[in-house]
């Protein structure tokens, strides 16, 4: 018994439909092997229904060839595009983490490349400028800023970047002599100390929403009392991490929580030799980073947050600690006397600071989330 024919207009649009999956079916298989199969299959299918349709008319024949080829060619292809899309995106294995992970350091784009233009063109300014740096900040995408000592009249210099090239040079007077030079930032990596500071700012707290909208990266002198040359990586709005010309980060990240700052402060103590149990601290101030905490005095770390201890005497009379930052060592002055009212370092414990904290919200009947926000 023979198979009944379809009826000619049915035989063509059951044509068109057949032609269209097996296209794009063979065109989102995986092998060979079924893409063939699908081929096959969909061609015999095809050529028997534009016959079928054929033998009852010429004219339904004729359009079964000239439409299934049409149809495969304007709606096949957009169906294959379409479902190809669908499959990179829902079927493909996820990248590996951190491979597509934007970050602020991230926009500070080839950093080292920029950097070395900048100590090229410090050398154009002056010959030798860049052994006379005072400063080289790299901002965005592409912005470079140069600003040299000129040893032969003490005038600043200073060129930037924009899109029409290298600004003129511009000259005035120079507030610091304290420079660097490109063979000092001969073991200085940026893209390695870059992810360092990464890693860093999360630990410190710093995620996407507060990220800061200007990144860049400034090689310059700290200010006093040491005029260390750091790289310092702008990582929010009232956050640096700053590293050395090593590319080595401080021993501060942890200095900003409750929960970690006398680690922070006992560390920095034993590398400055200032004896834990001897009573030579006047004074302990803390503020911590996490939202919602604000000081209750004028400090060094009111806005930066961290800590900062003075001393009566000892080898040192200020130490401070800013999250991501050295620390800032003041020697101790000549007329330093120990006080009745000194007390040893090692005296304060977590323990206490959370029992001071918590008496002073019952006094000043603060909500428990001030206490969630100054850990």
Known sequence: MSMPSPKPAVAVAVAVIVALGAFSLASLADSLALRLVVVVAGAVTVVWLVRSASAHSDAAGLTGIAVVPIVMLAVGTTVVTIASSSTDSFGADPPPAGADDTSVLELVADADTRLRAGLDHADAMIPGGSAHLLAVDLRGDDAISVTVLNPTNGKRMYA??????????????????????????????????????EAAARKIGVDDEHQSSSPGIMIAPR??????????????????????????????????????????????????????????????QFMSLADGASSISATSVQ???????????????????????????????????????SFAFSSITTDLLNRIRDDAMKRFRSPASTARSSR
Do not use: C
């Open 160 to 197: 930037s970047t924009s899109s029409a090239g290298w600004s003129e040079v511009s000259t005035s007077a120079a507030y610091t002599r304290v420079t660097f030079s490109r063979a000092d930032l001969a073991r200085l990596n940026l893209a390695d100390a870059s992810r360092k500071v």
């Open 223 to 284: 200010s006093r009392p040491d005029n260390k040359v750091v790289a310092t990586f702008t990582v929010s709005s009232d956050l640096g991490i700053e590293v050395d010309l090593n590319g080595d980060l401080p021993d501060t990240v942890d200095a900003g929580s409750m929960d970690t700052m006398l680690d922070a402060a006992s560390r920095a103590l034993k590398a400055n030799r200032v004896p834990l149990h001897q009573r030579t601290l006047r004074e302990l």
């Open 303 to 341: 806005n930066s947050g961290g800590v900062e201890l003075e001393f009566d005497t000892g080898p040192v009379s200020e130490i401070t600690l800013v999250p991501g930052s050295f620390p800032a060592v003041r020697p101790s002055a000549e007329w330093a006397r120990l006080q009745e009212t």
